[in-house]
């Protein structure tokens, strides 16, 4: 799989390492944004979107060597170099110490908590769905510290500013990557 990654063969891999069909959806999402981004930032939206799909190759199986296990995992299956780092650096800070650096790694580290808030968020809307979410509802949803408890406010945060994005901005092109995929991942 030396280069590119074919994108069926990463989804095969995610697969064989995710039997969570929520893990799978929010790969799907992950995947989504990091399109519609990579298109913001005229680059390769097939490498992004695989990197996107491929975050959490080893969250389900290895928790506690989350961003540790998914290099192992990658380089066993002959991925890029460039592949395994943008994948690692999203745990920057809390699990690894490789910090975001090309704007793909910057990227996946802003929105990868974000889209589940953004999923979490729509679920409490009577569609149930991503496809009339509005930036302003997510933000509230952001500022209530109760809601999606688990999202980490200070990496998207953090993100933003390695982006040099606004904060509205990154929750309206998140929104926009997902509404991409809204049909696979149930929203």
């Known amino acids: 799989m030396a280069g590119k990654v074919d994108r069926q063969k990463a989804w095969e891999l995610l697969c064989e390492y995710n039997q969570s069909d929520a893990l799978r959806k929010h790969g799907l999402a992950v995947e989504g944004a990091m399109r519609h981004f990579a298109k913001l930032y005229n680059e390769d939206e097939d490498v992004w979107g695989v990197?996107?799909?491929?975050?959490?190759?080893?969250?389900?199986?290895?928790?506690?060597?989350?961003?540790?296990?998914?290099?192992?995992?990658?380089?066993?299956?002959?991925?890029?170099?460039?592949?395994?780092r943008a994948v690692a650096s999203h745990g920057y800070g809390i699990v690894v110490d490789i910090k975001p650096e090309s704007n793909a790694e910057k990227v996946l580290y802003t929105i990868d908590e974000l889209t589940g808030l953004i999923g979490a968020a729509a679920l409490m809307r009577p569609s149930k769905s991503v496809m009339d979410i509005e930036v302003k509802s997510v933000k509230k949803k952001f500022k209530s510290k109760g809601f999606a408890a688990g999202v980490d406010r200070n990496v998207i945060l953090n993100g933003c500013e390695m982006i040099d994005m606004q904060l509205d901005d990154v929750i309206e092109h998140t929104i926009l990557g997902m509404q991409d995929v809204a049909e696979a991942i149930g929203l």
């Open 51 to 84: 990197i996107g799909l491929l975050h959490d190759i080893d969250y389900e199986m290895y928790p506690e060597e989350h961003c540790v296990k998914c290099q192992e995992i990658m380089r066993e299956h002959n991925l890029p170099e460039s592949y395994i």
